[in-house]
């Protein structure tokens, strides 16, 4: 797994980046989680992106190449300050103000007779800001307690739901830290990879349900269009 901490202070330095300056400065930016679909020099850096809730893939292009590719993959997802040539959310070119990782992950199925658990998953909370899919992925934006140890920070179905072909299967975010800690919390966005299940035939929407530390409820479903 990803250092989280170096995760949460590159987001930092993110939120702080979008003014250079140059006579673009006055200009508000705009900011999603997006995916480096390629980066060359002829082409620049490209962009995959999907509103909230939506299907459609949007494609953005800055004819410079922005990313550095040493810390971040093609393929990868991260968060993208920007300013759009056109019209917001239709494909076109942008002008890149700054950007920053976040975690990377997918969907895991949990082995049958589990029942979609570890042991005493509710144990380490989740302090949830946000929770939102778009295209094939789903995204968050929470607090999680600060630790240099390691931890598990997973979206986990179970195996008896995908064989069962439940149309709206159960999907647990857990958050599990090697040992309880009392510490402060630090900001973390995440997307997970949910094509595997997403994209099945039978499926039409799904339950996700986290051990929340915020907000009122710690169940969200989402349903296809």
């Known amino acids: 797994m990803r250092n989280l901490s170096y995760i949460i202070f590159l987001i930092i330095v993110l939120l702080t980046s979008c003014s250079d300056g140059d006579h673009e400065e006055s200009t508000p930016c705009s900011y999603d989680i997006v995916?480096?679909?390629?980066?060359?020099d002829e082409r620049g850096s490209v962009f995959s992106l999907y509103r909230p809730d939506g299907s459609k893939e949007i494609i953005y292009t800055d004819p410079r190449a922005v990313v550095d590719l040493s810390k971040i993959s093609v393929g990868d997802r991260l968060m993208l300050a920007y300013i759009?040539?056109?019209?917001?959310?239709?494909?076109?070119?942008?002008?890149?103000?700054?950007?920053?990782?976040?975690?990377?992950?997918?969907?895991?199925?949990?082995?049958?007779?589990?029942?979609?658990s570890i042991e005493d998953w509710r144990r380490d909370g989740v302090f949830l800001y946000s929770i939102w899919r778009s295209g094939n992925y789903?995204?968050?934006?929470?607090?999680?307690?600060?630790?240099?140890?390691s931890r598990e920070f997973l979206l986990v179905v179970d195996a008896a739901d995908v064989e069962a072909r439940n149309p709206v299967p159960t999907v647990r975010l857990v958050h599990r830290m090697s040992k309880p800690v009392e510490n402060f919390e630090r900001q973390l966005y995440s997307s997970f990879d949910i094509s595997a299940l997403w994209g099945q035939p039978w499926i039409r929407g799904i339950k996700v349900e986290l051990a929340n530390t915020n907000l009122d409820t710690d169940t969200f479903i989402f349903t296809k269009e």
């Open 35 to 40: 995916c480096l679909k390629e980066q060359s």
């Open 84 to 116: 759009p040539h056109g019209i917001p959310y239709v494909s076109g070119t942008i002008t890149t103000r700054g950007y920053s990782t976040i975690y990377n992950s997918e969907l895991m199925v949990s082995p049958k007779g589990t029942e979609n």
């Open 138 to 149: 789903l995204n968050v934006r929470a607090r999680l307690t600060y630790s240099e140890e």
